[in-house]
């Protein structure tokens, strides 16, 4: 699988916080149904996002997605517990949307970012008021909540994740670039 060509988005992703970036063919990326179930009944922002479940693509569909590319570009960050953990997720998830934009702008017109974690761009997220999304241009859902195993993903991927012992551990997270 050629790479040399994203190489300079690897890059980017490096100055930009990521400790690790590296190309792989999106049919490393496991999905499984079992995935939304930690979103459904373990985490309390359930149903109150967009970029939540049951408002995401199912595991089937992020599969078929998955399926329409080549390569993609899986992203890992080291998050120690700081105080400024939050504005350092924003930061990067920042540096990955602009760069979905930057590949697009660059001939990759299928390029699509999926982030970690919950979206960070709203204190509070317009659909629990019924509204739009605020910032539907900027918004990406996380790999979790489409029905991708990250841990597995990871794993298959040569990378390091393990779930947390306690909150002060360093968090291992991961994002995935769908590219063409």
């Known amino acids: 699988m050629q790479h040399t060509d994203l190489e300079k988005y690897c890059a980017t992703a490096l100055a930009g916080g990521a400790s690790e970036a590296k190309v792989i063919h999106p049919g490393s990326v496991v999905t499984a149904p079992w995935v939304r179930l930690k979103c459904q009944f373990g985490c309390p922002l359930y149903g109150k996002g967009y970029c939540c ?31 400024e953990r939050e504005k350092r997720y924003r930061e990067f998830f920042d540096t990955l949307v602009d760069l979905e934009g930057e590949m697009f702008k660059d001939g990759y017109y299928k390029a699509f970012v999926f982030l970690a974690g919950p979206c960070r761009l709203c204190k509070k ?23 991708m195993d990250v841990y597995q993903s990871a794993r298959d991927n040569g990378f390091f994740i393990q779930p947390l012992s306690n909150h002060s551990d360093t968090q291992n997270e991961y994002c995935l670039m769908l590219v063409d």
């Not at 599969?63 to 105080?83: G, K, Q, S, T």
């Not at 008021?129 to 029905?147: F, H, I, Q, T, V």
């Open 53 to 83: 479940p049951p408002d995401t693509p199912t595991p089937e569909q992020t599969r078929a997605v998955l399926d329409c590319y080549n390569r993609a570009i899986l992203f890992h960050i080291e998050m120690p517990h700081i105080d």
């Open 125 to 147: 997220c317009a659909k629990i008021e019924d509204k739009p999304c605020n910032n539907l241009y900027r918004a990406r859902p996380c790999m979790e909540s489409c029905g």
